[in-house]
């Protein structure tokens, strides 16, 4: 069992910048892949990036690319999005989620094990 622990979330005017961190348990963080995920009322939730266990792939929705950045320290166990040029639009409860195995549809939701309980993002106008 892996516990995952989002911190960082507020409230931010737009046009700010927030970083979001996700702190893991147990020794096999390192072979995890990452994600992180949004989910606004009444929406679906959605992908918003993913690393590789190493660090060396990431990927993201069209909606953030440019904005977002996802990173990863496996000494700490943790894995950060650091959220620039926020829109109202980004406002959402944002999880962070660990994939034990490979799957090649990181982007999908179904392939993480692991949840945290999220942290809320809210983006005046």
């Known amino acids: 069992q892996v516990q995952l622990v989002e911190s960082g979330g507020g409230l931010v005017q737009a046009g700010g910048s927030l970083r979001l961190s996700c702190a893991a348990s147990?020794?096999?963080?390192?072979?995890?892949?990452m994600g992180w995920f949004r989910q606004a009322p009444g929406k679906e939730r959605d992908f918003v990036g993913w690393i590789s266990p190493t660090g060396g792939v990431k990927g993201y929705a069209d909606s953030v690319k440019g904005r977002f950045t996802i990173s990863r320290d496996n000494a700490k166990n943790t894995v950060d999005l650091q959220m620039n040029s926020l829109k109202p639009a980004d406002t959402a409860v944002y999880y962070c989620?660990?994939?034990?195995?490979?799957?090649?549809?990181?982007?999908?939701?179904?392939?993480?094990?692991?949840w945290g309980q999220g942290t809320q993002v809210t983006v005046s106008s």
């Open positions: 989620a660990a994939a034990p195995t490979y799957t090649g549809t990181y982007r999908l939701p179904r392939a993480y094990t692991y």
């Open positions: 147990g020794r096999t963080f390192s072979l995890y892949a």
